[in-house]
């Protein structure tokens, strides 16, 4: 008996197998739930459709639990309708929906917050965050009782993290939008949570920073170490399956500890003595 047998639901944000969706759908496809994925739409006339071909590579190993894999631009409504539209077709209704995307244009990110373009602001609210409210919007009506929408943030949405920048600001609203959106879905049953995770190698992680972040992340952290893709797949299993039934509007941090800590630990202020001393040659 797995815990997610006889469940459905959706993938949204596998890039490729760093992404952190797809270690979410390695843990509820371990446990029997069956899943349909999207893929970013190749641009039209791209014989070698290498977004479908990454995903496909991927999903074409689970042909028992990966189901369909379609295109999907969160910004398109259009897009959005004919996702709905398959989701109806192959499962009826689902019983959870993973979201994890976010995107920022390079420029930007790499601006100081203040000087974020008008345009790259909105672009990055639409997909990052405003997403979030569409699909539940659009896939409530699918929803079986007990269904568990999850999306993925990170802890710059909650404090200032230097080189974050516009996607802190992107993170702060969809925290927002997690809760505004567990309420209005709680009088349906519908659950929705976010996983705040640590920082993790991926595509979209490589474009905030995430490779300099990771030696003074453990060094903070409680757990004196970083966190690992797996670690949040199964946090990830918790909140998609039943175990976590009274779970709603919650942001659950796997992130070895690190947001608990209101001043540097000890391993972190060892290691700066060391180098100082180092520097002095003392
Ligand atoms: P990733 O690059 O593998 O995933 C990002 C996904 O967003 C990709 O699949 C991409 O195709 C999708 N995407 C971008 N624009 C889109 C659009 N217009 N329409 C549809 N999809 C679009 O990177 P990831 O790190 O796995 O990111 C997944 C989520 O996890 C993001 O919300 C990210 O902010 C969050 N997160 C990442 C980290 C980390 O350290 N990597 C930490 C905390 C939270």
Not at 55 to 64: G, H, I, W
Request: glycine share 8%; hydrophobic share 45%.
């Amino acid at each position: 008996m797995g815990l997610m047998d006889g469940k459905k639901g959706l993938i949204l944000g596998v890039a490729n197998d760093h992404s952190i969706a797809w270690a979410i759908a390695q843990e509820v496809m371990k446990e029997g739930a069956l899943c349909g994925f999207s893929h970013l739409p190749d641009p039209p006339g791209d014989e070698r459709r290498k977004s479908w071909n990454r995903v496909q590579k991927l999903t074409s190993e689970y042909p028992a639990t990966a189901k369909f894999l379609v295109p999907l631009d969160v910004r398109s409504d259009a897009n959005i309708a004919e996702l709905v539209a398959t989701t109806k077709q192959e499962f009826g209704t689902i019983d959870f929906l993973v979201h994890s995307m976010a995107f920022a244009s390079i420029e930007d990110l790499k601006r100081e917050t203040v000087a974020t373009s008008r345009e790259g602001f909105l672009m990055a609210m639409d997909i990052s965050a405003y997403s979030l409210l569409a699909l539940s919007n659009a896939f409530a009506p699918l929803m079986n009782a007990n269904a568990s929408i999850l999306a993925m943030t990170y802890y710059g949405g909650e404090k200032c993290v230097p080189g974050y920048n516009v996607m802190g600001v992107c993170k702060a609203a969809l925290d927002s939008c997690v809760k505004y959106a567990a309420y209005d879905l709680g009088s349906k049953s519908i659950r929705v949570n976010a996983i705040s995770a640590g920082p993790l190698k991926t595509l979209a992680g490589s474009a905030a920073g995430v490779k300099e972040m990771l030696p003074m992340n453990a060094l903070m952290s409680p757990l004196g170490r970083n966190i690992e893709h797996a670690e949040v797949g199964k946090s990830a299993l918790f909140l998609l399956s039943d175990l976590s039934q009274a779970i709603t509007g919650e942001i659950l941090h796997v992130d070895a500890g690190f947001n608990i800590m209101g001043a540097p630990t000890k391993a972190l202020t060892d290691a700066v003595a060391a180098d100082a001393l180092k520097k002095a040659k003392v």
